[in-house]
Each structure stands twice: as structure tokens, then as C-alpha cells.
């Protein structure tokens, strides 16, 4: 596709609407994305991150344990925090294929042998004294885990996906707008899921929901009677 195709991504309006997570997972099975194509969503989808924070990823930066996968994003874009890594369960429905990208990312690894000093010397048969070397071996760091995804695919994934209007910068309002819509959430857990500093940025992706509206409406209700 090229590039520049998607010059706005509010071409449509900014979407604003949350999509159930039902809703979601159903119209990605109907997709019938490729593996890779699946797991960099589900990346965006459950990190609320933008799309460059998802496929700028080395193996490096995940960590497998028996029950999580652990993501470390490093310092966010545009000046954001260096936030700690993040934790999705591996029960999370899609986080399989992510992880699957991970191993095979470990498997396009490369090592280079170079040979070093080790500070010691010998002395040849000549009698005269060289320098002790090792071999040793360095993997390379630029391993992708989502090697054939950058700006323009990231597009056409969120839009097979979501449908034409929606664009990748979507997600991260999705996910910081559900996290946000739990009564105990806070600043500082936005903040540390999204490495946003300034309040008024984060304002920016809030969403909207009518279910969420609609228990606003009721909270208020408790105190309104037509009893006088």
C-alpha cells in the first residue's frame, strides 16, 4: 500500500466509541490476519501504545515467565516516562501469538565471534611476548519481532480489523479510556500504564461510553427521589 495513504487519521473524526473487547476479538478471527499481523494488534490492543513503540521491538525487550509476558517499552515517544514493564498474563486470548513472533525473532538471532585481550601474555617459542586472546561471542541486538510491520501495515491491520474509519492511535484510546472508566483508577496508574506526564494530554484519550454514561446517570439517580 503506499505510503501516505492514511495522511489523517482523523480523516473519519476522532473515534471516541469504545469497543467491546467481544467485539474486538470477534472481528479479528473474521480478519484472518497472519500471525504476525495478529500478535502486533494484540500488542497494541492490551499496551495501549503507539504503533511505533510496538513494532521498534527486539526479543530483547520481552521476557517469558511460567505465567506472564513481560514488556519492557523503555522510555516512552514524545518525551514521555520511562515507565516499568508491563505484565499480560499468558491466559490472555491472542498473547500466544505474540510470544510466538518473540521465539522466532530468538531464532533470526545472530552471534558474532570476535577475538579480545584478556590482559595476560605469553611468550612464543622465539621467546617473545604476545597478548593472550578469547573468543568471544556477541548476538546481534536488531532481531525484529515484527520484522515486516511498520507505519503503513499498522494501518491496514487496525483497519481490516476495526473497519475504515479506525486507525492504530485508536487502541491506545481504547485501552487507557477502560482502564480509566474502573472507579479506583488514578493518575498515576494511567500514567504508569502510558508514560503520559502532562494530565492534559492524557485527556485527550479518554473516550466516551454510553455504558459508562449511563451508570454516571445512576450513581447521581441514588439521590434523586420523586418523593418530596
Known amino acids: 500500500m503506499p505510503r501516505g495513504m492514511y495522511p489523517n487519521k482523523y480523516e473519519y473524526g476522532k473515534q471516541q466509541d469504545l469497543i467491546p473487547f467481544d467485539t474486538v476479538k470477534k472481528r479479528v478471527v473474521e480478519a484472518k490476519l497472519s ?12 499496551c495501549s501504545i ?11 525487550d520481552f521476557k517469558i515467565t ?10 516512552r515517544k514524545k518525551h514521555g516516562a520511562e515507565v516499568d514493564p508491563l505484565e499480560l498474563p499468558l491466559t490472555w486470548y491472542g498473547v500466544d501469538k505474540i510470544v510466538k513472533q518473540i521465539e522466532k525473532a530468538k531464532l533470526r538471532a545472530k552471534t ?3 577475538s579480545e585481550p584478556t590482559g595476560k601474555t605469553r611468550l612464543t617459542k622465539k621467546g617473545k611476548e604476545v597478548p593472550i586472546k578469547k573468543r568471544v561471542g556477541k548476538r546481534v541486538r536488531a532481531h525484529w519481532v ?3 510491520i511498520q507505519s503503513t501495515k499498522a494501518w491496514e491491520i487496525v483497519k481490516k480489523v476495526l473497519g475504515k ?11 487507557l479510556s477502560e482502564i480509566g472508566s474502573d472507579p479506583t483508577a488514578s493518575i498515576l496508574r494511567l500514567k504508569s500504564v502510558s508514560g503520559i506526564k502532562s494530565i492534559t494530554a492524557l485527556n485527550a484519550y479518554l473516550g466516551k461510553s454510553k455504558e459508562e454514561a449511563k451508570k454516571g446517570l445512576e450513581f447521581r439517580g441514588r439521590k434523586f427521589s420523586t418523593e418530596w
Open 146 to 148: 515484527f520484522p515486516n
Open 50 to 60: 503507539r504503533k511505533s513503540e510496538a513494532y521498534e521491538r527486539v526479543a530483547e
Open 165 to 175: 474509519k479506525h486507525y492504530p492511535h485508536y487502541l491506545r484510546l481504547l485501552g
Open 35 to 46: 500471525e504476525e499481523s495478529e500478535g502486533f494488534f494484540w500488542l497494541l490492543y492490551y
Open 66 to 75: 511460567e505465567s506472564h509476558l513481560i514488556v519492557d517499552f523503555h522510555q
Open 112 to 114: 558474532i565471534f570476535t
